[in-house]
């Protein structure tokens, strides 16, 4: 499936600056995708953090990601060892993966959330409704100064989580999922 959806120079902008967006969309690698084909290149390694609520939704953004050139290497963390030795061989630009990894991460001393040039969180309220909310809220601490991305179904659901982590944000509305069926069902 493809997206045809464009951020504006407004949304541009702010990507290329330190300051958060917030990006409506549905929950699905290829909704996003057009927010990370925006995203501009950084040099840190690793640049960017994709935190994602389930460990399929790693998977599936990874392969959504493999062909921007700009992003890569993507690494989708599926074990933490193997993403220790990546990490510190430098072999990573992207790192994707859920926040349970990422705090293990963390531990180890294999990552420093701090050293990254953004943090793209994945549809929090699902993490919200886990009860992580206080790992979100330490992992966001330990980074004060990265960007923050937040990518959500509704935003206002998680009204309060923004309130805190992308204070006065501009929103893009790649699309919203409707609230009822839009036809009957079969």
């Known amino acids: 499936m493809t997206w045809d959806f464009v951020l ?37 390694a690793p640049a960017t953090l994709a935190l994602v609520p389930e460990a399929s939704h790693t998977l599936d953004l990874a392969a959504a990601l493999q062909s921007l050139a700009h992003l890569g290497p993507v690494h989708p963390v599926t074990s933490p060892g193997r993403a220790q030795r990546l990490l510190r061989a430098g072999g990573v630009r992207t790192l994707i993966g859920t926040l349970p990894d990422v705090l293990d991460l963390v531990r180890r001393s294999a990552f420093k959330p701090e050293g990254l040039t953004r943090i793209v969180l994945g549809w929090p309220e699902q993490l919200l409704w886990q009860g992580l909310s206080a790992s979100l809220d330490t992992l966001l601490a330990d980074a004060p100064e990265v960007q923050r991305i937040i990518v959500t179904q509704d935003d206002a659901a998680i009204a309060e989580f923004l309130e805190r982590h992308a204070r006065r944000a501009p929103v893009a509305a790649a699309a919203r999922l409707p609230a009822l069926p839009t036809g009957p069902v079969r």
């Open 8 to 44: 504006d120079a407004a949304h541009r902008a702010t990507l290329g600056s330190a300051k958060p967006l917030i990006y409506v969309c549905p929950p699905t690698a290829w909704a996003v995708r057009p927010l990370f084909h925006a995203l501009p290149k950084a040099d840190a």
